[in-house]
């Protein structure tokens, strides 16, 4: 070979190396730039692509809700969740069948959902970490995990009616979430609620609607010198952590919206009116020896003593008859003027998105006044009789309820004279002790209160065949220094051996209130009592043995 030709050859090897090195230099710009775009994809442009699916989750971001000692009750979790891009999925048949397998659903659905042409749809929200790694292992094309959120509530169901719920998206449905959603959207919130005390009432609650199969029962109770919430229990009850599962029936919080007429716990009232007005004494006597005829009703007393009793004996022993009598002693006009100071009339309005208008008499006459003073012809929520019971027994002082921690003084005002509020403290506590109270009754304590049966009007009337009954404790301690106050209601119970076929608030709503209270007292302040009752002008008891004469 020539020197021209091996110079030649070498111009080729050496223009060939130039383009050699050209090409790598091109396919590792190549490469760059697809590994470059895989990584924007997946960890950049992989949210900003779906930002427009996610948007609601960045409005309705909620703070986190507390008790009032801290601990959380409703929070936000990071998730993530499954989502479809029907256009990028190779084999629909195949992709569904191992979705199905792995998510445990139907194929047919997962089917319907992935092949409609559009470019998102949702397969599962909010899975577990060990279902997301699964669902990466299986590589399908058109499968993608987006990062999501969820409101989350770590006591299921203990909180659901007063908390409420929010949906898969975050939006808040029902309760405080609710009431307060865009207090929550700026500030971490903190209830009046004790987890500690709503655990008593929910636990106990329970086991008392099975024992005597009740259809429904509530329980709520309240600091009486703040006004605030200390536990709110209403069943049946829903875990909102499921919110797709949820049945509607259960939604309905019973200590805010139910309108029922109280029965005999609002003799507290009556004989408060007939006590402040002075139209009557604790030992005035009230004829109840006959029935009395209102309209075409005939109004009776259940296991009813047939003689004249005293204000205090009608109360104790819950005399229909006589809270009639008492009633008249004043008439409708005082009777309304008082129930509106009381708050009878007034909605009360908590921290909650569901609450009710009391059901008011459309006419308020002689015949409306002798029905309300045994309990009938208004209905109000259990909220609201608290707020007026509570005022009665608190010497007097209005009660305003809260469901928020109060770092202020509660306001209020003065409606009824405390030597009023003594005297009918006074009766609530013979009702504990001698009355159809006393199996709420425990020792050191010092409870006072009334209880209430009330048949629910039927299609036939009041105690047509189906004789359902609501039956109502409204209890208060200690009875020195009142400081809390407790409602615990029952939907038509049933008699069982224990209750010697009796269906009546002595025999079941009291004696769970008396678990309640003898569950609470040991963890909250102020609750103990050893104080004596003393004498009662009205009330003559020796053994249960009536001493006084009467004179018909």
């Not at 060939?16 to 050209?22: E, N």
């Not at 329970?206 to 009740?214: G, I, N, P």
Request: a positive charge.
């Amino acid at each position: 070979m020539n020197l021209k030709a091996l110079l030649s050859w070498n111009d080729q090897i050496a223009e060939m190396k130039k383009r050699l090195i050209v090409a790598i230099f091109v396919c590792l710009c190549g490469i760059l730039m697809i590994v470059s775009r895989l990584f924007n994809i997946m960890l950049i442009g992989h949210h900003q692509k779906n930002n427009a699916y996610f948007a609601p989750h960045n409005q309705n971001y909620q703070r986190n809700i507390y008790d009032r000692h801290g601990c959380i009750l409703a929070t936000f979790l990071k998730t993530s969740s499954v989502y479809a891009n029907p256009k990028h999925i190779i084999n629909l048949k195949e992709t569904a069948k191992k979705l199905s397998i792995l998510l445990k659903e139907d194929e047919s659905k997962i089917y319907n959902k992935i092949k409609k042409h559009k470019n998102f749809v949702w397969i599962r929200r909010h899975i577990s970490p060990s279902l997301e790694q699964a669902i990466y292992n299986l590589g399908l094309p058109g499968i993608e995990i987006q990062q999501d959120q969820k409101r989350f509530y770590p006591h299921d169901e203990l909180f659901c009616h007063t908390i409420g719920y929010a949906d898969l998206d975050g939006v808040s449905l029902g309760g405080v979430e609710k009431g307060l959603y865009e207090t929550l959207k700026q500030q971490n919130l903190y209830l009046s609620l004790d987890v500690r005390v709503q655990y008593i009432l929910f636990d106990i609650l329970k086991e008392a609607m099975e024992e005597f199969q009740a259809v429904a029962a509530n329980a709520i109770m309240m600091d009486l010198k703040s006004g605030e919430i200390l536990g709110s229990v209403s069943l049946p009850s829903f875990n909102p952590n499921y919110p797709s599962k949820i049945n509607m029936d259960t939604l309905f919080n019973r200590n805010t919206m139910l309108c029922a007429e109280p029965g005999s716990v609002l003799k507290i009232v009556n004989v408060a009116i007939a006590l402040e007005t002075g139209r009557a004494q604790l030992d005035s006597q009230f004829d109840a020896t006959k029935p009395v005829k209102i309209g075409r009703f005939t109004v009776s007393d259940f296991k009813g003593k047939n003689r004249v009793l005293t204000l205090a004996e009608a109360f104790v022993f819950s005399s229909n008859i006589a809270s009639i009598k008492i009633a008249e002693t004043f008439g409708p006009q005082l009777q309304k003027q008082y129930m509106t100071l009381f708050g009878l009339t007034q909605q009360v309005k908590l921290e909650t998105s569901e609450n009710e208008k009391p059901l008011l008499p459309k006419i308020w006459n002689d015949t409306t006044a002798k029905s309300l003073s045994y309990g009938y012809a208004l209905s109000v929520t259990p909220i609201q009789l608290l707020k007026v019971i509570g005022g009665i027994v608190n010497n007097g002082m209005s009660v305003e309820p809260t469901l928020l921690k109060r770092t202020s003084p509660m306001p209020t005002q003065r409606i009824l004279s405390e030597k009023t509020s003594e005297k009918v403290r006074k009766l609530m506590r013979l009702v504990a002790i001698y009355g159809t109270g006393r199996t709420a009754n425990i020792d050191g304590v010092g409870v006072f209160g009334k209880t209430g049966t009330a048949y629910q009007a039927g299609k036939k009337g009041y105690g047509s065949s189906q004789k359902k009954r609501t039956t109502t404790f409204v209890g208060c301690f200690p009875y020195e220094k009142p400081r809390y106050i407790l409602m615990v209601m029952l939907d038509d119970p049933k008699a069982n051996a224990k209750t010697y076929g009796y269906m009546t608030a002595g025999w079941n709503v009291a004696p769970t209130a008396g678990r309640m209270i003898e569950r609470l007292a040991p963890i909250l302040p102020e609750t103990s009592d050893h104080s004596q009752l003393g004498y009662v002008p009205g009330w003559y008891d020796n053994n249960h043995v009536m001493m006084l004469k009467y004179s018909h």
